[in-house]
C-alpha cells in the first residue's frame, strides 16, 4: 500500500466518523473498527480506496445484476444525461419512463398492467398498501381497512412499511407508531413453528393465515408477502405451494394479493420474478433493488387494470390517488433500467443463470462439513446459511458474540465483500457472476466460517480452562 494512498484513507474514514451516520449500523462500534472505502469497481469486483480488490458478494445489497460498469447500462445513463438528468412526473411525462412501463408489462406477470413510479422499496409497497386500502373504499367496501401480512416478513423501513414488518428486531420499537396488522405465521420451514418438514407437513403452517382470512374476511384489504423468500429475516427460503395456496386464499375471500418483489424480482431467483416462478399473479406487486440493474434508485408498483380503474372518475370527486415523489420516475434511473432489461435480452441472463444455480448448489453443499452450520437455504442466487451454536438443539449464537459479522471481516480479509442477516451468511452474487468466481465466493465463505468457528472453539476451551 503507498504511502499516499494509506494518508488519503485516514483521512477519509476520519471525516467519516467524524460525520456520517451508517445506516443498520450500531455506530459505537463503527467509530472504533477499521471499515472500507470503496471507490470503483468494475464487473462483480468493488475496489477500495487503497487499491485492493474484492469480490460482490451481496450485489452490494442485493442491487447489482448484470456487474458494476456494464458497457450498456453506463451508455444509457450517459446518453440520458445528455437530454435531461431529472423532469417531473408530475403533470408531465418523458419517454425513458413511458418506454420502461411498456418493457415492464412484456415482462410481468399476467393480470398486472399499470406502473405507479416512486423510488425506493419500502415506499413501493407502502404505494401498494395505500392503493389497497383506497380501492375498497371507491369500491364501496369500507370495512375493509386491515392488512394481513407474516411473522419474519421485512417490507421496507418507511412507517407504513414498518406496519407490516414482522422482524421483531427492526420493528418493535416503533410499535406504538403503526398501525395495527394482521401477523400470519411465517413458512419458517428449519424452525417450523408445526415441527413438521416438508412435504410431509403438508403446508400446515398455511393455516394461520387460512383461519385469520376466515375470521377477518369481510375486514382485511389485502395480504402483502415476499414470495419465496422472506430475505432480510435471514433468506427463509418457503415452497412455492404455500404462495400458490395464498393466491387461492385471496381470490376465495375477495382479498387483495400484495407481492413484494423487491428482494426477488429481476431474475434473482432463477426466474424474472419470484411469482412467475411459482405460477401465480398477484393485483399489486412492489419492486426496486435489481429495477436499474443496481445504478440509481427507483421503483415501481404494478396494478392490475381493475385497481386502477376504480380510481377513475369525474374530476370533483377526488379518487384521485393522492400520492408522489419528487424524483418519481427519474428519467436517469428510468433509462438505466430500459438497459438492464435490454442486457436481460441481449445476454440472454436468465437462461445462462441456470447452470451457475446448479453450481453453487452443489458448491454449497460442503459447508454440511461444518458443525456450526445448522441450515443452507437457497432458492436461485439467493442463498442463507444459518449457523447454530449447536446442531442438534438449532440453539442460536448469542448476540454478544457477533458470529455472523466476524465470519464477513474474515471473508473481507479473503477479499470478499458480503453482509450477514444476524447469523446468517447471506450470498447474494450480481447474475453476472462467473463460474470461477462462485467457487471463489463459495470457498471463502467455507473457509472463514470455518476459521471462525476455530477460534469460538479455541476461545471456549480457554475459558473453560480458566
Ligand atoms: C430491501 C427491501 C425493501 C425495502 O427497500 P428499500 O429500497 O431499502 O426501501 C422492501 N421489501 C423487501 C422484500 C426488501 O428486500
Redesign the pocket.
Known amino acids: 500500500m503507498k504511502r499516499t494512498s494509506r494518508l488519503r484513507y485516514s483521512r477519509l474514514a476520519a471525516a467519516d466518523r467524524r460525520h456520517i451516520w451508517h445506516p443498520f449500523t450500531q455506530m459505537r462500534d463503527w467509530e472504533r473498527e477499521p471499515f472500507l472505502v470503496i471507490e470503483r469497481a468494475r464487473g462483480n469486483h468493488l475496489y477500495d480506496v487503497n487499491g485492493k480488490r474484492y469480490l460482490d458478494g451481496v450485489s452490494s ?2 442491487v447489482t445484476v448484470h456487474g458494476h460498469r456494464h458497457p450498456r447500462i453506463d451508455a444509457a445513463v450517459r446518453n440520458q444525461l445528455a437530454r435531461v438528468a431529472h423532469t417531473t412526473f408530475l403533470g408531465l411525462t418523458h419517454p425513458p419512463a413511458i418506454e420502461l412501463a411498456r418493457r415492464l408489462m412484456r415482462i410481468a406477470p399476467r393480470g398486472l398492467s399499470r406502473v405507479f413510479y416512486s423510488d ?6 407502502e404505494v401498494a398498501l395505500k392503493m389497497a386500502f383506497q380501492h375498497w373504499r371507491q369500491r364501496g367496501e369500507k370495512h375493509r381497512t386491515r392488512f394481513l401480512s407474516f411473522r419474519n416478513s ?5 412507517i407504513g ?1 414498518v406496519s407490516v414488518g414482522g422482524i421483531g428486531l427492526f420493528h418493535g420499537v416503533f410499535r406504538p407508531l403503526l398501525f395495527d396488522a394482521l401477523f400470519a405465521e411465517s413458512p419458517y420451514c428449519y424452525r417450523c413453528p408445526a415441527k413438521k418438514s416438508y412435504p410431509a407437513c403438508g403446508i400446515e403452517c398455511l393455516g394461520s393465515a387460512e383461519s385469520l382470512m376466515r375470521k377477518r374476511r369481510r375486514e382485511i384489504a389485502a395480504v402483502v408477502v ?1 414470495p419465496l423468500v422472506q ?2 429475516a435471514g433468506m427463509l427460503v418457503y415452497p412455492s405451494e404455500f404462495l400458490r395456496g395464498l393466491r387461492d386464499l385471496c381470490t376465495k375471500h375477495g382479498i387483495l394479493l400484495i407481492a ?5 424480482g429481476f431474475g434473482r431467483t432463477g426466474a424474472m420474478f419470484a411469482c412467475e416462478k411459482a405460477g401465480v399473479s398477484p393485483d399489486l406487486m ?1 419492486l ?2 435489481g429495477i436499474t440493474g443496481g445504478y440509481l ?1 427507483l ?1 415501481a408498483t404494478l396494478a392490475t387494470e381493475e385497481v386502477y380503474e376504480s380510481f377513475k372518475g369525474r374530476h370533483e370527486e377526488f379518487r384521485t390517488f393522492f400520492h408522489g415523489h419528487t424524483y418519481t420516475a427519474n428519467p436517469l434511473a428510468c433509462a438505466s433500467a430500459v438497459a438492464s432489461l435490454d442486457v436481460f435480452e441481449e445476454e440472454k441472463t436468465i437462461e445462462r443463470l441456470q447452470p451457475k444455480i446448479a453450481r453453487l448448489r452443489k458448491r454449497l453443499a460442503r459447508l454440511r462439513e461444518i458443525a456450526i452450520v445448522g441450515d443452507i437455504r437457497q432458492e436461485g442466487m439467493m442463498v442463507g446459511i444459518e449457523l447454530v451454536k449447536n446442531r442438534r438443539t438449532k440453539t442460536p449464537h448469542p448476540p454478544k458474540e457477533r458470529i455472523g459479522h466476524r465470519v464477513i471481516l474474515d471473508a473481507r480479509k479473503r477479499g470478499v465483500i458480503l453482509r450477514p442477516l444476524g447469523n446468517v451468511i447471506v450470498l447474494m452474487p450480481p447474475l453476472s457472476i462467473t463460474p470461477r468466481e462462485i467457487d471463489r465466493l463459495v470457498d471463502v465463505t467455507i473457509e472463514s466460517i470455518a476459521a471462525v468457528s476455530r477460534r469460538n472453539i479455541s476461545s471456549s476451551a480457554i475459558s473453560n480452562a480458566n
Open positions: 445489497l442485493w425506493n422499496g419500502s415506499t413501493a409497497v421485512y417490507h421496507g423501513d418507511t412499511s415476499e430475505a432480510a413484494d418483489e423487491v428482494a426477488t412492489a426496486a433493488k434508485p421503483a
